[in-house]
């Protein structure tokens, strides 16, 4: 069932699609359909508790899946999915990422009225309608079943071996994402607006894939990556389609994990969207981007690499620096998180421009680090509390070291962990991408990446000192510490961030096998 | 004896320890200071039993030990002692029980209500219908005042203006700084070297912002958050060359590793060995601190609570000289020989710059900090002028330097606790109501500008005979260096001990305490049998110095100069 099937279109034969191998992908697509399903005939309060644990079931069910397919190495479905060790690293991380958003997602205790999403997508901004969405304790359950869908969509994405197949993922992936955008309780005008924002550049950068795609398709007459990496140099075709591709593919796919010159989105998105799914985003998206990223050059740009290694290098540079500098000048905690993911997004580009399999073990490590520290860190803000909400403005944790010391503590050691501090996670995460880089040949990416982390450090270190160092407010933000699952959440991010600070051998073998084992083509 | 793991032994003792005692609450202060002071004391004990299992003339790394940590990026718990080390870290365990010991009620006599809490942790519940929160807009855009670190502070709860430290806290970050100091010194994979290099910085950075004199809180964040800023700077340019290095090895010896014994053993290319010294020596030139990279040294120095200071310039710094020869030199010979013109210069100009700005500081602080400048410039000149005498002496002087520095900072901040201001011109003749206290501080003072019969002359006299031998005359003009520390140390003591008394509050000062007695009493002795007798530390320190000097093919210049060690023979 190979390469001779294009040639057999005309007979149609259907291709064999082999179940147990695509199960994770599987498990998790009908869960979405039952989950559906269940908010339409469940009663509203059934709902509630239906709702997340037949995601989170999902998901467990799921890893477990990947867990099991460890080893495989094939093609399937026509050669559109590839299930291999990098697919698999990443959608096991994606799941567990998933796992501990759908806690985030399911806390009841934190907002009075129950929960971080709004009571119905439609309540409108206002006065009138701030008031309602603040005081119904319902919740658009909706929420869950397209968090599934957007986790299929990135479990897709990482597995395509097929450009097509991408932009299906692409979009399934991103289409919840922009509803869940719009779902916050508070600051609905604000929420909406990033739902809107995210919708129009991300349905224009989908564009820039599709087009892409299209000249992909008229330089090899194919869209599998492997048949585009064979075709580089064979076909008698100019070489400007295979660059336009190249361009146009990479917009589409910088736009995702939010790298400059295509980050604008970022910070919008990350402020106003309800925070579980900020961190859902941040996370998830993240893997799921990296992935797709990775597979498309490594694989069928790969024998290009020489052509958008310099358009990479500035990239990330830019990346990098923008997201440094511009962290230094927000005055919003969500915000200076958006932007210090779209440095650490530059961080792990610097990776991918080694172009190497040590590379490749260090981006998936360093996702994993990274998620685990960004979904508790954004766990730990939505702790932090006023009437108004949660406290997403720098000046409210002013001496929150002093009033709550626990949270302040774990909070400054997840921020020295973003910023790379050894002994957490974020250091052996940067190591593994920077040793790739240099060992790559891209020693002056890695000077530039080590001076953005300094500038970076200091804005992650202008908050400790907000915490600790400063008086505390009058009227400052009250710190929720009952035991909660958003409580869970940030501890198990805490606690896998100084792990794998400190013993990070047992997950490095895991991607280092593979990446080894690397991708099948 | 050799198989006690002795390094082991002393970097777990106190980071242990240093749980525990973070762990306990605020109200039982009094059992963690005595818990910190009895576990520093044993960590003592056991770092001068260690050195008496130490072997001065056995090459290599004693009491060494290897674990695979993380064996990907062939990464491994290693530690080792050679004599620079032993002695580095027999200071450290000096210094920590001291500090322990001097700031023992630093933090009782802030004014602080028992009852009231510090901060409105329990009562402010926000009821849903509550008052309009804070915060105004927070649109998109967000076009206001961005929060900075030195900005001013906005509406505080007035109860809280004085807050109250936790001393449980303070007491464990000294012990985990003492952890770290201890792993720095003895690590002997270059990465594990790196991870304590920036794991010192965190509670370092804590003790100078959290601990620092109170009401000066702007002040204290900003020196705070310049000292980790800087540090990490440097520490982040090294990682590169770490990162550099371990490219290398995997390239020559097949399989990446960080073992400095086997790094030593690489070829590297002149070109790549310039590059990957400047990654180390910038970090090291900014934690010594060297002359262009200083600048965060007083602020950090008067900022940080005394005994912080003491840590700070008594060791932390040492860190940088530490790192210059123990890797900056073995590990890259050429480069090191092609910079020294540079390092030599600088280290001159640190010399008298530092000299130069102690003598017009007003602020107690900042003068030590300044004066450990210049010392610095001393140590770097006696390390790059590659002979073994100064090489001996520069090592020396790391730890007499502690030693002496140390004291002083432990005066100033005596004098600091009575009169609460470190201006030196609130002071003045208070060698007639406070003759114990001065009398310390002239020592101290005596120690610091290299009196002979002090211990700091010997390092000294080391240094600059060691370079005169390499140069006569960078060893002439850093000669007069000397006259330069007579005057900011004199004039410091002139100016606040001698003469009538100025200020009425001066006549009533206690002298010191039965405490601060026992903990000048070891320095004083210290300084004064170091400086008769050195013939101990100098056997444990020379034979590493030659041995690194010889394995990078500098031989010392001795035979055209008569001039040899005689240890204590200075008369």
Request: with cysteine; proline share 6%; hydrophobic share 55%.
């Given at each position: 069932?190979?390469?001779?099937?294009?040639?057999?279109?005309?007979?149609?034969?259907?291709?064999?699609?082999?179940?147990?191998?695509?199960?994770?992908?599987?498990?998790?697509?009908?869960?979405?359909?039952?989950?559906?399903?269940?908010?339409?005939?469940?009663?509203?309060?059934?709902?509630?508790?239906?709702?997340?644990?037949?995601?989170?079931?999902?998901?467990?069910?799921?890893?477990?899946?990947?867990?099991?397919?460890?080893?495989?190495?094939?093609?399937?479905?026509?050669?559109?999915?590839?299930?291999?060790?990098?697919?698999?690293?990443?959608?096991?991380?994606?799941?567990?990422?998933?796992?501990?958003?759908?806690?985030?997602?399911?806390?009841?205790?934190?907002?009075?009225?129950?929960?971080?999403?709004?009571?119905?997508?439609?309540?409108?901004?206002?006065?009138?309608?701030?008031?309602?969405?603040?005081?119904?304790?319902?919740?658009?359950?909706?929420?869950?079943?397209?968090?599934?869908?957007?986790?299929?969509?990135?479990?897709?994405?990482?597995?395509?071996?097929?450009?097509?197949?991408?932009?299906?993922?692409?979009?399934?992936?991103?289409?919840?994402?922009?509803?869940?955008?719009?779902?916050?309780?508070?600051?609905?005008?604000?929420?909406?607006?990033?739902?809107?924002?995210?919708?129009?550049?991300?349905?224009?950068?989908?564009?820039?894939?599709?087009?892409?795609?299209?000249?992909?398709?008229?330089?090899?007459?194919?869209?599998?990556?492997?048949?585009?990496?064979?075709?580089?140099?064979?076909?008698?075709?100019?070489?400007?389609?295979?660059?336009?591709?190249?361009?146009?593919?990479?917009?589409?796919?910088?736009?995702?994990?939010?790298?400059?010159?295509?980050?604008?989105?970022?910070?919008?998105?990350?402020?106003?969207?309800?925070?579980?799914?900020?961190?859902?985003?941040?996370?998830?998206?993240?893997?799921?981007?990296?992935?797709?990223?990775?597979?498309?050059?490594?694989?069928?740009?790969?024998?290009?690499?020489?052509?958008?290694?310099?358009?990479?290098?500035?990239?990330?540079?830019?990346?990098?620096?923008?997201?440094?500098?511009?962290?230094?000048?927000?005055?919003?905690?969500?915000?200076?998180?958006?932007?210090?993911?779209?440095?650490?997004?530059?961080?792990?580009?610097?990776?991918?421009?080694?172009?190497?399999?040590?590379?490749?073990?260090?981006?998936?490590?360093?996702?994993?680090?990274?998620?685990?520290?960004?979904?508790?860190?954004?766990?730990?803000?939505?702790?932090?509390?006023?009437?108004?909400?949660?406290?997403?403005?720098?000046?409210?944790?002013?001496?929150?070291?002093?009033?709550?010391?626990?949270?302040?503590?774990?909070?400054?050691?997840?921020?020295?962990?973003?910023?790379?501090?050894?002994?957490?996670?974020?250091?052996?995460?940067?190591?593994?991408?920077?040793?790739?880089?240099?060992?790559?040949?891209?020693?002056?990416?890695?000077?530039?990446?080590?001076?953005?982390?300094?500038?970076?450090?200091?804005?992650?270190?202008?908050?400790?000192?907000?915490?600790?160092?400063?008086?505390?407010?009058?009227?400052?933000?009250?710190?929720?510490?009952?035991?909660?699952?958003?409580?869970?959440?940030?501890?198990?991010?805490?606690?896998?961030?100084?792990?794998?600070?400190?013993?990070?051998?047992?997950?490095?073998?895991?991607?280092?096998?593979?990446?080894?084992?690397?991708?099948?083509? | 004896?050799?198989?006690?793991?002795?390094?082991?032994?002393?970097?777990?003792?106190?980071?242990?320890?240093?749980?525990?005692?973070?762990?306990?609450?605020?109200?039982?202060?009094?059992?963690?200071?005595?818990?910190?002071?009895?576990?520093?004391?044993?960590?003592?004990?056991?770092?001068?039993?260690?050195?008496?299992?130490?072997?001065?003339?056995?090459?290599?790394?004693?009491?060494?030990?290897?674990?695979?940590?993380?064996?990907?990026?062939?990464?491994?718990?290693?530690?080792?002692?050679?004599?620079?080390?032993?002695?580095?870290?027999?200071?450290?365990?000096?210094?920590?029980?001291?500090?322990?010991?001097?700031?023992?009620?630093?933090?009782?006599?802030?004014?602080?209500?028992?009852?009231?809490?510090?901060?409105?942790?329990?009562?402010?519940?926000?009821?849903?219908?509550?008052?309009?929160?804070?915060?105004?807009?927070?649109?998109?855009?967000?076009?206001?005042?961005?929060?900075?670190?030195?900005?001013?502070?906005?509406?505080?709860?007035?109860?809280?203006?004085?807050?109250?430290?936790?001393?449980?806290?303070?007491?464990?970050?000294?012990?985990?700084?003492?952890?770290?100091?201890?792993?720095?010194?003895?690590?002997?994979?270059?990465?594990?070297?790196?991870?304590?290099?920036?794991?010192?910085?965190?509670?370092?950075?804590?003790?100078?912002?959290?601990?620092?004199?109170?009401?000066?809180?702007?002040?204290?964040?900003?020196?705070?958050?310049?000292?980790?800023?800087?540090?990490?700077?440097?520490?982040?340019?090294?990682?590169?060359?770490?990162?550099?290095?371990?490219?290398?090895?995997?390239?020559?010896?097949?399989?990446?590793?960080?073992?400095?014994?086997?790094?030593?053993?690489?070829?590297?290319?002149?070109?790549?060995?310039?590059?990957?010294?400047?990654?180390?020596?910038?970090?090291?030139?900014?934690?010594?601190?060297?002359?262009?990279?200083?600048?965060?040294?007083?602020?950090?120095?008067?900022?940080?609570?005394?005994?912080?200071?003491?840590?700070?310039?008594?060791?932390?710094?040492?860190?940088?000289?530490?790192?210059?020869?123990?890797?900056?030199i073995?590990?890259?010979?050429?480069?090191?020989?092609?910079?020294a013109?540079?390092?030599l210069?600088?280290?001159?100009?640190?010399?008298?710059?530092?000299?130069?700005?102690?003598?017009?500081?007003?602020?107690?602080?900042?003068?030590?900090?300044?004066?450990?400048?210049?010392?610095?410039?001393?140590?770097?000149l006696g390390l790059f002028a590659f002979t073994s005498q100064a090489g001996t002496g520069a090592?020396?002087?790391?730890?007499?330097?502690?030693?002496?520095?140390?004291?002083?900072?432990?005066?100033?901040?005596?004098?600091?606790?009575?009169?609460?201001?470190?201006?030196?011109?609130?002071?003045?003749?208070?060698?007639?109501?406070?003759?114990?206290?001065?009398?310390?501080?002239?020592?101290?003072?005596?120690?610091?500008?290299?009196?002979?019969?002090?211990?700091?002359?010997?390092?000294?006299?080391l240094v600059l005979v060691g370079t005169f031998t390499y140069n006569k005359?960078l060893a002439?003009?850093?000669?007069?260096?000397?006259?330069?520390?007579?005057?900011?140390?004199?004039?410091?003591?002139?100016?606040?001990?001698?003469?009538?008394?100025?200020?009425?509050?001066?006549?009533?000062?206690?002298?010191?305490?039965?405490?601060?007695?026992?903990?000048?009493?070891?320095?004083?002795?210290?300084?004064?049998?170091?400086?008769?007798?050195?013939?101990?530390?100098?056997?444990?320190?020379r034979?590493?110095v030659t041995?690194t000097y010889t394995?990078v093919?500098k031989s010392d210049p001795a035979p055209t100069h008569?001039v040899t060690v005689?240890?204590?023979?200075?008369?």
């Amino acid at each position: 069932m190979s390469a001779s099937l294009l040639a057999q279109t005309e007979k149609i034969t259907p291709p064999s699609i082999e179940y147990s191998s695509l199960s994770p992908l599987l498990i998790v697509f009908v869960v979405a359909l039952i989950g559906v399903l269940v908010d339409a005939f469940a009663q509203r309060e059934a709902r509630r508790v239906i709702q997340p644990v037949l995601a989170a079931g999902g998901f467990i069910a799921a890893f477990v899946a990947v867990a099991v397919l460890h080893g495989r190495h094939a093609l399937l479905a026509a050669n559109a999915v590839a299930i291999d060790a990098p697919a698999l690293f990443m959608q096991g991380t994606i799941l567990v990422f998933a796992l501990l958003s759908v806690l985030l997602v399911a806390e009841r205790q934190l907002d009075s009225a129950g929960g971080a999403i709004v009571a119905s997508a439609a309540i409108t901004p206002g006065p009138k309608g701030s008031t309602a969405a603040r005081t119904s304790a319902d919740m658009q359950t909706e929420a869950y079943p397209l968090m599934v869908f957007s986790v299929t969509g990135m479990m897709l994405f990482v597995a395509s071996n097929n450009l097509l197949v991408m932009f299906v993922a692409l979009e399934i992936l991103s289409l919840p994402l922009y509803l869940l955008a719009g779902l916050a309780r508070r600051r609905r005008l604000l929420s909406q607006e990033a739902a809107m924002k995210y919708f129009l550049l991300g349905a224009f950068s989908s564009a820039f894939f599709l087009y892409g795609l299209a000249f992909a398709y008229g330089y090899a007459g194919s869209v599998e990556l492997g048949k585009i990496a064979t075709a580089v140099g064979t076909t008698g075709r100019t070489d400007a389609y295979l660059y336009l591709a190249v361009g146009l593919i990479a917009v589409g796919l910088f736009f995702k994990i939010g790298a400059v010159p295509f980050h604008s989105w970022t910070p919008d998105v990350y402020q106003g969207s309800p925070t579980p799914v900020t961190a859902f985003m941040a996370a998830g998206t993240k893997v799921a981007a990296f992935g797709a990223i990775l597979r498309v050059f490594y694989i069928a740009f790969g024998p290009l690499r020489w052509d958008w290694r310099p358009v990479l290098w500035t990239v990330a540079i830019l990346t990098m620096v923008v997201g440094a500098v511009l962290a230094l000048t927000q005055r919003d905690i969500k915000r200076m998180l958006a932007y210090s993911a779209i440095a650490h997004a530059g961080f792990l580009l610097v990776g991918l421009a080694g172009t190497n399999t040590d590379g490749l073990r260090g981006a998936m490590f360093y996702l994993v680090t990274y998620g685990f520290t960004t979904i508790a860190a954004f766990a730990v803000i939505s702790l932090v509390r006023t009437s108004d909400g949660e406290a997403s403005d720098l000046s409210q944790w002013r001496g929150l070291g002093r009033t709550s010391p626990l949270l302040a503590g774990v909070f400054s050691f997840l921020l020295m962990a973003l910023a790379g501090i050894p002994l957490t996670s974020g250091f052996t995460g940067k190591f593994a991408v920077f040793q790739a880089a240099i060992e790559g040949d891209a020693t002056p990416l890695v000077v530039v990446a080590l001076v953005c982390s300094a500038i970076a450090a200091f804005f992650y270190v202008r908050v400790i000192v907000l915490m600790f160092f400063s008086e505390p407010l009058a009227d400052g933000p009250v710190v929720i510490t009952r035991p909660t699952l958003t409580f869970a959440t940030a501890g198990i991010g805490t606690l896998a961030t100084l792990v794998l600070g400190v013993a990070p051998q047992p997950l490095l073998d895991l991607a280092n096998t593979a990446a080894s084992s690397g991708f099948v083509r | 004896m050799n198989s006690v793991p002795w390094l082991t032994i002393l970097l777990l003792v106190p980071a242990v320890a240093a749980v525990v005692v973070a762990a306990l609450p605020r109200r039982l202060a009094t059992q963690a200071k005595q818990l910190t002071l009895a576990v520093t004391l044993v960590v003592l004990v056991l770092a001068v039993l260690a050195t008496f299992a130490y072997h001065p003339n056995r090459a290599g790394f004693q009491f060494a030990q290897r674990y695979d940590w993380i064996p990907t990026f062939g990464i491994s718990y290693a530690v080792g002692a050679d004599g620079i080390s032993l002695v580095l870290i027999l200071l450290t365990a000096l210094l920590v029980p001291v500090v322990v010991l001097s700031s023992w009620d630093e933090f009782d006599s802030e004014p602080d209500g028992p009852s009231g809490p510090s901060g409105p942790s329990d009562g402010v519940v926000p009821g849903d219908g509550g008052g309009s929160g804070p915060g105004g807009d927070p649109g998109t855009g967000g076009g206001g005042t961005a929060v900075l670190v030195a900005a001013p502070p906005a509406p505080v709860v007035d109860a809280a203006a004085a807050p109250r430290r936790s001393v449980p806290v303070f007491c464990a970050l000294l012990l985990v700084l003492e952890a770290g100091l201890v792993g720095v010194f003895a690590a002997t994979d270059v990465f594990l070297f790196y991870v304590f290099f920036e794991a010192i910085l965190i509670p370092m950075y804590f003790l100078i912002g959290s601990f620092g004199p109170a009401g000066q809180q702007a002040q204290r964040s900003y020196a705070a958050v310049k000292f980790l800023i800087y540090s990490l700077l440097g520490g982040l340019l090294m990682l590169a060359a770490v990162i550099g290095l371990y490219v290398v090895s995997a390239e020559q010896l097949g399989s990446g590793t960080f073992d400095f014994a086997l790094l030593r053993q690489l070829d590297i290319t002149p070109g790549v060995q310039k590059l990957l010294f400047l990654g180390f020596f910038v970090a090291f030139a900014i934690k010594a601190p060297l002359f262009p990279f200083h600048t965060w040294l007083p602020d950090a120095g008067a900022q940080a609570p005394v005994g912080g200071a003491v840590l700070l310039v008594g060791l932390l710094d040492k860190v940088g000289t530490f790192g210059l020869i123990r890797y900056c030199i073995p590990l890259f010979p050429d480069a090191s020989d092609y910079f020294a013109p540079l390092v030599l210069a600088l280290a001159i100009i640190g010399i008298f710059y530092g000299a130069l700005l102690a003598i017009g500081q007003r602020d107690m602080k900042r003068l030590v900090s300044y004066t450990s400048l210049a010392h610095f410039g001393f140590i770097a000149l006696g390390l790059f002028a590659f002979t073994s005498q100064a090489g001996t002496g520069a090592v020396l002087y790391m730890v007499n330097h502690g030693l002496s520095t140390g004291l002083l900072f432990l005066v100033v901040g005596f004098l600091i606790a009575r009169r609460g201001t470190a201006d030196i011109g609130a002071y003045g003749g208070l060698a007639k109501v406070t003759p114990v206290l001065a009398g310390t501080m002239l020592v101290a003072g005596l120690s610091s500008l290299a009196l002979p019969g002090t211990n700091s002359f010997v390092s000294e006299f080391l240094v600059l005979v060691g370079t005169f031998t390499y140069n006569k005359a960078l060893a002439i003009v850093a000669t007069a260096g000397i006259v330069l520390a007579a005057i900011y140390v004199l004039s410091l003591y002139q100016r606040t001990m001698t003469g009538p008394i100025t200020h009425e509050a001066n006549r009533t000062l206690p002298d010191l305490s039965w405490r601060e007695k026992a903990v000048v009493a070891p320095m004083i002795a210290l300084i004064i049998g170091l400086g008769v007798y050195p013939k101990p530390l100098i056997d444990i320190v020379r034979p590493t110095v030659t041995a690194t000097y010889t394995d990078v093919g500098k031989s010392d210049p001795a035979p055209t100069h008569p001039v040899t060690v005689q240890p204590g023979g200075r008369s």
